[in-house]
């Protein structure tokens, strides 16, 4: 009997200094986002020319796996340009005397910190993070 030879499955080889944790498609599934242990978040715009270096990569201190959940970097659903995501940070900053581990809000096209979430109830890292669909909401999960 013989055997046909197998298809390639292999669409795109998208290369990365250290392990994933993560790759999401953007919501329209034109976009991908790769959160790699190299301290880096990095975009794809087109999904058809990813077989090359990414359109943006982001230095973002999330690379500490140790006791915690992979840090996961997430589209912002809500965001009809497909241009904000949501990342935990492991680096912890002062906010009034208290060390906090803030979750932040990313412009994708410039790689600029939009805003920090924080709260004073939640002060240990927040590695998952994941915004509603249509409501300005974010789901956190905390390492305690």
């Not at 599934?29 to 090359?52: E, H, P, V, Y």
């Not at 803030?102 to 915004?131: C, E, F, H, V, Y």
Request: glycine share 6%; charged share 20%; hydrophobic share 40%.
């Amino acid at each position: 009997m013989a055997v046909a030879a197998a298809a390639t499955a292999e669409l795109a080889v998208m290369k990365h200094g250290r392990v994933v944790n993560a790759a999401v498609f953007s919501p329209s599934g034109r976009k991908i986002l790769t959160t790699c242990q190299d301290n880096r978040l990095r975009f794809w715009s087109n999904l058809l020319a990813c077989d090359g270096p990414p359109d943006l990569e982001i230095v973002h201190s999330h690379d500490f796996n140790r006791y915690l959940s992979p840090f996961r970097a997430e589209w912002f659903p809500s965001d009809p340009s497909e241009s904000t995501i949501v990342c935990g940070r492991y680096i912890s900053e002062d906010f009034g005397g208290v060390a906090l581990h803030p979750i932040d809000i990313i412009d994708a096209k410039s790689g600029r910190l939009l805003q920090q979430l924080t709260d004073l109830n939640l002060n240990t890292i927040s590695p998952i993070n994941l915004p509603h669909p249509r409501l300005d909401i974010i789901i956190s999960g905390s390492s305690r």
